[in-house]
C-alpha cells in the first residue's frame, strides 16, 4: 500500500514541477502601445432608404416616394401597400385598392428577371387597379424597369404584366 501513495506523490510532484515550468515563455516588462483610445463614438448611421409605391389617387396610380431608416425586401414593400396610406398621404387623397388580407408577401426572381408575387389571397379577385399597384411597386425595386411580373395567389395566377407607367 505504501508503494502506491509513494507513486501518487511522485506523479503530482512531477506535476507540479511541469506546471511551474511552464511553456518556455519568459517573463517581460509591460509593453508601451500609446494612449487608449480616445473621443466621442457615434454610431454607424445608413443613410436613409428611398421607396417607391404605387398608390391610387382618383382612380389612377400615382407614384410615392417614402424613405426608410433600414433597407426594405421586396415583399415588405408591397406590405406597405395592404397597410394603405400614411395620414400624409391620406389628406393629399391617396388610396390603396391592395386589401390587408392580401399581405404577407413573397417575391420570387426568376432566372430571367421575371418576378414572381405571391400573396395570401385569390390573384383574379383583386381588383385592376390592386395588381397594378403590386406590379408597379414590385418593378421599382427592380434595376430593370421593363421587369415582368406575375402576381400569384389561391392557385390563381395573373400576368406576366409590366407596368403600365
Do not use: W, Y
Not at 518556455?24 to 443613410?47: L, R
Not at 420570387?108 to 397594378?132: F, K, N, Q, W
Request: aromatic share 2%; with cysteine.
Amino acid at each position: 500500500m505504501r508503494t502506491g501513495l509513494a507513486r501518487r506523490v511522485l506523479a503530482a510532484g512531477l506535476v507540479s514541477l511541469v506546471a511551474v515550468t511552464g511553456c518556455g515563455v519568459q517573463p517581460s516588462d509591460a509593453i508601451s502601445a500609446g494612449d487608449p483610445p480616445s473621443g466621442h463614438v457615434s454610431p454607424a448611421i445608413a443613410p436613409p432608404t428611398m421607396i417607391t409605391l404605387f398608390l391610387v389617387k382618383n382612380g389612377r396610380l400615382s407614384a410615392v416616394t417614402r424613405t426608410s431608416d433600414r433597407p426594405l425586401f421586396k415583399a415588405d414593400r408591397l406590405a406597405l401597400l395592404a397597410a394603405g396610406p400614411t395620414k400624409r398621404e391620406q389628406t393629399q387623397g391617396l388610396t390603396t385598392d391592395v386589401p390587408p388580407e392580401a399581405s404577407p408577401f413573397s417575391v420570387t426572381v426568376m432566372p430571367d428577371g421575371h418576378l414572381a408575387v405571391g400573396l395570401s389571397t385569390p390573384a383574379r379577385e383583386l381588383s385592376t387597379l390592386a395588381i397594378e399597384q403590386i406590379v408597379c411597386t414590385a418593378a421599382a425595386t427592380m434595376q430593370e424597369s421593363s421587369a415582368r411580373i406575375t402576381v400569384v395567389g389561391a392557385g390563381q395566377s395573373v400576368g406576366p404584366r409590366n407596368c403600365p407607367q
